[in-house]
């Protein structure tokens, strides 16, 4: 698919996606309300669009375990690693989930919008994302449609069924309602995971800032944050229980995340490690992981030389000018012990 991002994201820049906003700004009052948004809530029909590195994984997992849950795709977008690892990665999951030939797996954007640079984040992933894990091949291979058009396509046949659990980086959806504006009434609601409560860039708002602009100001209703960081964090102990499984799922959890538990704690002081995907997972799969909402309406900074890529909300303080409606529902308290018990059912499976 040949795209021209330059072309199609500059009138969205712009301006136009200030008029898609109109209808939901005739509908609501001006300002950041404490009532929550509608919720996502008895969901079914999810897309995955990640970028595999361990946390990506173990969500992965999560879903294509989950009884109430259809995966009906799997997209990649650009973020944590080299762009081919990471559908190396999804593949390898959904072969240790059990579900080879029965999700499929699509390419699809490979870079942000335009193309900027973005660090990655090996760091905390491993070279190849997945710790300390060799990733094998597998026998699936990926679907030949390309991610954008399998999103389009897969919304335009369930409208408002389709929840969109977004992993890593916004393009692959950014460039789907770039394409087909009018999916955004479709689409039941977009999950993404990003932080909103730090004064540093989220990475997967850093990774395609311009994408990130397109979807909060396309009208599809979303939901970010993910509660405190103590509500997703698996301790040393935590990691202990899942060793005891001895299954091939908690063997891949141990070797592939036992990098992240590490540098959490000596890089971050945290008192374990923090797992974002997975909490926006378990709050897909039984909604009551997510215990407390905001309204609010959300910017991202699409310049500066170390603010670019920074989610911003609240009142124009210093200019008076009136808050635009609410458009996205921030998580500010979860369950650490729900998500846990749904980590443990997922991993604890043979």
Not at 77 to 90: H, S
Not at 183 to 202: E, F, N, Y
């Amino acid at each position: 698919m040949e795209l021209d991002r330059r072309g199609l994201l500059g009138s969205v820049i712009a301006g136009s996606a200030a008029a898609m906003m109109a209808s939901r700004a005739s509908a609501a009052e001006p300002g950041v309300s404490d009532t929550p948004l509608p919720r996502l809530l008895n969901n079914r029909r999810i897309i995955i669009d990640t970028d595999p590195g361990n946390d990506d994984a173990v969500a992965l997992l999560m879903a294509l375990d989950a009884p109430n849950l259809k995966v009906e795709a799997i997209t990649v977008c650009p973020g944590n690693i080299r762009y081919d690892q990471e559908v190396k990665n999804a593949l390898y999951v959904v072969d240790l989930a059990g579900r080879s030939g029965q999700v499929p797996v699509h390419r699809g954007m490979a870079q942000p919008l335009l193309n900027k640079p973005y660090a990655t984040s090996t760091f905390i992933h491993g070279p190849d994302g997945l710790g300390q894990f060799a990733v094998p091949e597998v026998r699936q291979k990926p679907d030949p449609e390309h991610a954008v058009d399998a999103i389009r396509r897969i919304v335009k046949r369930y409208p408002g069924e389709v929840v969109i659990v977004a992993l890593g980086g916004l393009t692959n959806i950014a460039m789907a309602l770039l394409m087909e504006p009018g999916i955004a009434s479709l689409i039941k609601g977009v999950q993404w995971v990003a932080g909103i409560q730090s004064a540093v860039p989220s990475f997967n708002a850093m990774v395609d800032p311009e994408a990130v602009h397109i979807v909060l100001n396309s009208g599809v209703p979303l939901t970010l944050g993910l509660g405190t960081p103590l509500s997703s964090t698996l301790r040393p102990a935590d990691f202990d229980h899942i060793k005891t499984f001895d299954t091939p799922r908690s063997r891949f959890f141990m070797k592939s995340n036992e990098l992240r538990l590490s540098f959490e704690m000596s890089a971050r002081n945290a008192p374990g490690s923090v797992n974002g995907d997975p909490i926006a997972m378990a709050m897909i799969i039984d909604p009551a992981v997510a215990t407390q909402f905001k309204a609010i309406y959300a910017r991202v900074e699409l310049e500066g030389e170390y603010t670019r890529g920074t989610l911003l909300y609240g009142e124009n303080r210093y200019s008076m000018k009136p808050t635009p409606p609410a458009n996205a529902n921030l998580c500010i308290e979860a369950s650490n012990e729900a998500f846990k018990a749904i980590l443990f059912r997922a991993l604890s499976r043979g």
